[in-house]
């Protein structure tokens, strides 16, 4: 066991540090083999999806030339607004004043009349001046504890029901169809060469399948098409 465990020391690293080429070559092909796995999925994912989606293919003649007709439901959403009435808890303020009586120090004048001496005709030389004895009013300021009503405005909150109507948007899916209409070839039966077995002309069946398939071009040209003369210079709109 000693020996094994000191050959395990010796050969590890070098086995991490220079790997085989066998190694290596396993490696780049495991490599490679994830690739062509990645890109064979994602060619079949159109395949796939067009499956899903539900096509519907058919073919028909018409006016000489073969179409393939090709039909697909897709699933579209559609979103509607709608107006719910719920009912919602609402608090509203309400205000009451109460009258709380409170206790407070005031500074009362308390007048009292007092006699008091006063010389009368200092100032008189014609008589000898007396004195007289005369009320005379003194004001002093005390304090008094008196209780008066003091307001205080209290706040509560209220909870009343109110009805609102509340958007609410509602999501749906709805098939919509699309039709595609391509020109595959010649209609079945019809000869390679010459006239059409039909009565109409292979120029009117062109025209006919040029005015059906829209994007499909039948006289051979590319490209634009020009005016045969002048654009006008002044406008045909009448004020």
Not at 122 to 130: C, D, G, K, L, Q
Not at 131 to 147: F, H
Not at 179 to 203: F, K, L, W, Y
Request: proline letters at 9%.
């Amino acid at each position: 066991m000693v020996r094994r465990a000191a050959w395990r020391q010796q050969c590890w690293p070098t086995r991490i540090a220079n790997p085989p080429a066998e190694l290596r070559h396993g490696g780049q092909d495991t490599m490679m083999s994830r690739c062509k796995l990645a890109v064979i999925c994602l060619a079949l994912v159109p395949a796939l999806t067009a499956d899903l989606a539900g096509d519907e293919v058919t073919e028909y003649d018409q006016n000489g030339l073969r179409y393939r007709e090709t039909k697909r439901i897709v699933p579209r959403p559609v979103y509607e607004t709608q107006w719910v009435e719920q009912t919602r808890e609402v608090h509203r303020p309400t205000f009451t004043t109460q009258s709380q009586p409170t206790t407070r120090t005031v500074y009362v004048p308390i007048t009292e009349y007092r006699t008091q001496p006063v010389l009368v005709g200092r100032w008189n030389p014609f008589i000898e001046p007396y004195y007289e004895y005369r009320l005379v009013p003194v004001t002093r300021w005390e304090t008094r504890q008196e209780t008066v009503n003091v307001p205080i405005v209290r706040q509560q909150n209220s909870a009343e029901k109110q009805i609102v109507k509340v958007p609410v948007t509602k999501m749906r899916y709805e098939n919509e169809e699309f039709i595609r209409r391509e020109i595959v070839g010649r209609a079945t039966g019809q000869p390679a060469t010459g006239q059409p077995a039909t009565a109409q002309p292979a120029s009117a069946a062109a025209s006919t399948a040029a005015r059906e398939n829209p994007t499909v071009r039948r006289d051979g040209r590319i490209g634009g098409i020009s005016l045969q003369g002048d654009p006008p210079r002044y406008g045909t709109s009448t004020h």
